[in-house]
């Protein structure tokens, strides 16, 4: 039997970057689920800074570089500009991530200089594939111009944890390193992770929902405001404090107006929303108090408030990353990399043999289970950090844990069709007839 | 000069890969010297890589009221159920 050759596409970009991912989202929440203190501690610590970069850099960058690679291309509606560059930001994410989280957790910052030397040269490789695939040509909707927004914000993001490390490694000066700390963390966070969150749900979200973009002008409006707050944050943070509750107002608008016209698209959506949708839609419940956390904290920042909490930048983290991200991103994962599978092994042969639907090569129970699992995990963690209850910690890390394990359990049932193929012939007596004598 | 048999497709509301499946069906039905005529809300583009692969001509326009239009014309039979024989 003679099987068609599988489609080329990006499965051997996008998927290692998915499983790479998932395997350090895993791993982080087990590392958690030992150590609670790393949410619940002081947060300048080697092991904490180890971890953030096991979630930020390992989970959440590698999750959104596997999908640009696959879905920018249809957002923007031209195709990859290089795939041998998304191949080489491929070997050096997987290659220097471990080097950098390694060199973090024994605090040796020539290691992390090394690691750290190929992850930035992967992500400059991909600034420019994705910037080069959005401009030709460059079809002006809020998705392009808020990943070009976003892709700046971490070019700047990248450029402050070189500023870090070369002045950690002596060759730079730095007046507060705890303001640059934040200055990053917030520009990958907000400027990056969240503006790209919403830029891509213009276009995935109406198309998963069958539904037009309910209002452009609104979505530009949550593009601009965040790119505002973004713009406004980087003389705040690091000289002139003053200016950060009109930052932290400005992102908090952008985000606002991103759930609102989530929330509308889900409303006009002729389809009941299936199990992963739901484990999507579960990320705009976390916007409004991770909206009020950026003023607080920008208020107490500017001194308008008293520090209430120390932990603040800790919940913001944790809300931000576990509560809206991480559900954004599982949710759009689970339609994603059957998708991937699916398209890989079934395209090709389409119209030649029985292949079975796309929905069938996971369980759509399960999803509707971790809909309500991932979030409940993400709030724990939020009460855990909010009390410094480390056994709260623990039990959202071993739930989160218990999720992650079981989505993983998903994604391999659909990876096993990339072995086990199940299509089926088509009968013969259906040969296509000729309109010629 | 032959005429031109044209076979539409409106494939605009539908949920990926609900128009590709569609379209690559059809193309084991649809009689030779027919040339199918899609419409689309975005630019499909792994249905255009798979039509590349199997060396089908095609055009992929954007359409004057928005979305796009890919024209396949079918010009040689194409023996089905081969390819898991």
């Known amino acids: 039997m003679s099987k068609p050759s599988p489609a080329p596409g990006q499965i051997w970009i996008a998927l290692p970057f998915f499983i790479f991912g998932f395997l350090h989202l895993a791993g982080g929440l087990a590392w958690l689920a030992l150590v609670p ?22 989970f959440l960058m590698s999750l959104v570089a596997g999908s640009s690679y696959q879905l920018l291309p249809v957002a923007f509606e031209n195709p990859l500009f290089n795939r041998t560059l998304a191949k080489i930001h491929l070997g050096l994410h997987l290659s220097g991530v471990p080097v950098m989280v390694y060199g973090f957790l024994h605090w040796h910052m020539p290691v992390v200089a090394v690691g750290g030397t190929a992850v930035l040269i992967g992500f400059a490789l991909y ?3 994705i910037a080069a695939t959005a401009l030709r040509p460059f079809r002006k909707n809020p998705t392009t ?14 450029g402050v944890a070189v500023w870090i490390l070369t002045a950690k490694l002596g060759f730079a000066a730095v007046r507060d390193p705890l303001a640059l700390l934040g200055a990053h963390t917030f520009l990958i966070l907000i400027g990056f992770f969240l503006l790209f969150l919403a830029s891509v749900s213009y276009t995935l979200l109406p198309m998963f929902l069958l539904v037009p973009l309910p209002s452009t002008r609104r979505a530009f409006g949550s593009i601009q405001y965040l790119a505002l707050g973004i713009a406004l944050f980087i003389p705040g943070q690091l000289i002139a404090p003053s200016l950060l509750p009109f930052a932290a107002l400005a992102a908090s608008l952008g985000l606002g107006l991103y759930a609102i016209e989530n929330l509308a698209a889900i409303r006009r959506s002729p389809r009941r929303l299936d199990g992963a949708l739901r484990l999507y839609a579960a990320n705009l419940g976390f916007i409004l108090p991770v909206a009020l956390g950026l003023l607080l904290r920008a208020l ?3 001194g308008h408030v008293p520090t209430l909490t120390l932990h603040l930048d800790t919940l913001l983290f944790t809300l931000a990353v576990f509560g809206t991200l991480a559900c954004a991103i599982l949710g759009m994962g689970a339609k994603i990399v059957p998708f991937l599978v699916w398209q890989h092994r079934y395209a090709p042969m389409l119209g030649r043999a029985l292949v079975p639907k796309l929905a069938d090569l996971v369980y759509p ?30 039990i959202g890390a071993l739930t989160f844990l218990a999720s992650v394990v079981a989505f993983q ?17 088509l009968p013969k007596a259906e040969l296509r007839p000729s309109l010629s004598p | 000069m032959s005429p031109t048999f044209i076979s539409k497709m409106d494939l605009r509301g539908l949920e990926p890969p609900e128009p590709m499946t569609r379209i690559l069906e059809a193309l084991g039905t649809t009689p030779t010297g027919i040339t199918l005529l899609a419409r689309l809300e975005r630019r499909p583009l792994f249905l255009l890589e798979e039509l590349n692969r199997r060396g089908q001509q095609h055009s992929c326009k954007p359409a004057d009221d928005g979305g796009w239009l ?16």
């Open chain 1, 300 to 302: 107490q920042l500017a």
């Open chain 1, 145 to 158: 111009l808020g990943v070009l927004i976003a892709l700046s914000a971490l070019a700047v993001a990248l």
């Open chain 1, 365 to 394: 129970r399960l999803l509707n289970l971790l809909a309500w699992t991932v979030p409940a995990a993400a709030l724990a963690l939020a009460v855990g950090v909010t009390t410094q209850t480390n056994l709260t910690v623990r």
């Open chain 1, 409 to 425: 359990f998903n994604l391999y049932r659909a990876l096993t069709h990339l072995w086990h193929p199940t299509a089926k012939p």
């Open chain 1, 37 to 58: 203190t790393l949410l619940t501690g002081a947060f300048y610590r080697p092991d904490v800074i180890a971890f953030s970069h096991v979630i930020g850099l390992g």
């Open chain 1, 127 to 129: 600034l420019f594939n």
């Open chain 2, 70 to 85: 890919l024209s396949i014309p079918i010009t040689e039979p194409v023996s089905r159920g081969s390819t898991l024989q």
